[in-house]
């Protein structure tokens, strides 16, 4: 049984690698995937066409916006790759990454009678003393799930965020694909300048997290409590007796969602409260708590009356742990103070690079030039958010990938910006962040930290010179009984050890097909005597047997090189 289900899934496999290449290749990609040989990693008895296929309707597009819609073609796993993607301008350019930010998530919704056999299978025969009823029309349809009114058994109005039926099953045998695809990208491709890998599987953990509904009920729960005693900024009270993995009950929200803002609705003092409130409310997040909200765009914030604010969708988050903010605040102060080898020095540690490649003339050279940006420039006339597309664009030039969870806390930064830019044009983020940024950097350098630091520093030395003594005495003992070895990691060395033996069990070869060669032209000669005739035999079935071994050596070198190309 365990067979038939590992070939059934391998079959689904192709057809899905059928379906994401014939895709991509009525979009415009055909000749991308044969000239990286992605047909190659298919049978042949699957069909795949897309060379020259090109639709007309794509034809005339540019690659990012031809891409963008292959991603929605292809469904939930693709369309979050792309969302994201748009968050990280380190890995892909930014008019790449702008295009990722448009990616439709809205799809019809599913049959009532679908949703109707979820919430059976979740709450059985106890769903009648949980849910008293829900509305058949869904309020909001997205990819990965759509969102009901309900009303639960004590007659408490909220929203189900529903998973849709058979998602977990598309997105793991996607995932798969996408593994594979990256680990043939990392063999094939060695200087992307970032691991294709290390990226899939952070995507694929923040994809485990949105199929499971538990994991987003548990953060706006922690949200909510960070801001318990804040009236101005709002998170939904999550109703843990109707949420299970496939289903979220949530506090209904009811306020103008940012998206459907019309000009009129908000009074410029209400609209200047709310962008103040959400700013806070991130910059608390990213910069005190840790813990944030990755994706706070105006279609998941609420503007609620008073100009309070109010927060859903909290499925895709970021943490920054505390080594990350004091990087982040080495960073801020080497800029402020123009000091270029600080930043150098910081960037290193964020792209964990050889520090030689921070030696290179051309990028020290660019972070002087960006450094020199932020000199004598007023901070109202900053804006953060092409700096730091300038500033990524510089680090992916050279190669260098800044850590996830920094990039993650960058772009919700930003992204709250340019919501404040849409309510009020004229709020300052840079001044209005200014205090926050000088409490990290303080948190960072003030008297405190240092005397923590040097306390710890002297900690450590102390258990070192404790523990000095057994480990040279260790030392020594080892060195007496002859048992102390050094072990050494040849790295980079495979190829040629490879081709070395490929190149010595081809000579091998080489050597036994011409000794039976040989051997079998002297037994064919010596045949000619009378009474011999067996040994003519024994002779032809030498030069078969020859010829077998040097057609399998042919084919094996012909592998290898296919393999390596």
């Not at 100009?307 to 960073?331: E, K, N, P």
């Not at 958010?385 to 992916?396: I, M, N, S, T």
């Amino acid at each position: 049984m365990p067979d038939l289900l590992a070939i059934n899934q391998t079959l689904r496999n192709l057809k899905r690698y059928a379906e994401i290449l014939s895709t991509l290749g009525r979009h415009g990609f055909g000749e991308a995937i044969h000239e990286m040989h992605l047909d190659r990693m298919i049978e042949k008895s699957v069909s795949f066409m897309t060379a020259g296929r090109v639709s007309p309707e794509f034809a005339h597009l540019p690659r990012p916006v031809r891409l963008r819609k292959a991603m929605e073609d292809l469904g939930p796993t693709f369309v979050k790759l792309g969302q994201v993607l748009s968050t990280r301008p380190d890995l892909i350019p930014p008019e790449w990454a702008e295009e990722f930010r448009s990616l439709q998530d809205n799809v019809p919704q599913v049959d009532f009678a679908e949703i109707e056999k979820r919430l059976d299978e979740e709450f059985g025969d106890e769903r009648k003393n949980v849910l008293k009823s829900v509305e058949p029309k869904a309020i909001a349809a997205a990819s990965m799930a759509q969102v009901h009114r309900a009303v639960l058994k004590d007659g408490t109005h909220v929203v189900l965020k529903v998973l849709r039926p058979g998602i977990r099953e598309q997105t793991e045998t996607d995932m798969e694909i996408m593994r594979t695809l990256a680990h043939w990208a990392e063999h094939h491709f060695a200087n992307m300048g970032y691991s294709p890998v290390e990226v899939v599987n952070e995507f694929a953990r923040e994809l485990a997290k949105e199929v499971d509904l538990t994991h987003e009920g548990r953060a706006t729960e922690r949200f909510r409590e960070q801001f318990q005693d804040d009236p101005d900024i709002v998170f939904p009270k999550v109703h843990w007796e109707a949420t299970t993995r496939n289903i979220l009950a949530l506090e209904e929200i009811k306020g103008i969602l940012l998206s459907r803002y019309k000009e009129g609705d908000l009074t410029k003092a209400e609209r200047r409260a709310v962008v103040a409130n959400g700013a806070r409310a991130v910059l608390r997040q990213c910069l005190d708590f840790g813990f944030f909200h990755a994706d706070p765009h105006p279609g998941n914030l609420f503007a609620l009356k008073g100009g309070r604010i109010a927060f859903i969708d909290c499925g895709m988050t970021g943490q920054a742990d505390s080594r990350t903010t004091q990087q982040l605040a080495d960073l801020v102060s080497g800029v402020v103070s123009g000091d270029v080898d600080r930043v150098i020095a910081v960037v290193g540690l964020l792209g964990d690079i050889d520090p030689s490649k921070l030696e290179n003339r051309g990028f020290r050279a660019d972070v002087r030039d960006f450094v020199t940006r932020f000199q004598n420039v007023p901070l109202e006339q900053l804006n953060m958010g092409p700096l730091l597309q300038d500033f990524f664009a510089r680090l992916r030039a050279h190669h260098i990938r800044c850590p996830g969870d920094l990039v993650m806390l960058i772009k919700a930064l930003t992204t709250i910006e340019s919501v404040g830019e849409t309510l009020d044009p004229d709020f300052q983020m840079v001044e209005f962040a200014r205090p926050y940024v000088e409490r990290l950097v303080k948190k960072r350098y003030g008297y405190k930290a240092l005397r923590r630091r040097i306390t710890a520093s002297m900690m450590g030395y102390a258990e070192l010179a404790e523990d000095l003594p057994g480990e040279i005495k260790f030392l020594f003992s080892q060195l007496r009984r002859n048992r102390l070895a050094v072990n050494l990691e040849h790295r980079g060395l495979q190829r040629m050890v490879n081709t070395v033996e490929h190149a010595s069990r081809n000579v091998s070869f080489a050597l036994v097909i011409s000794a039976m060669l040989v051997g079998s032209a002297i037994l064919v000669l010596a045949a000619r005597d009378p009474g011999t005739g067996g040994l003519w035999f024994l002779g032809i079935g030498g030069f078969v047997t020859a010829a077998v071994l040097a057609i399998l050596m042919i084919v094996s070198n012909r592998r290898l090189r296919i393999d390596r190309d």
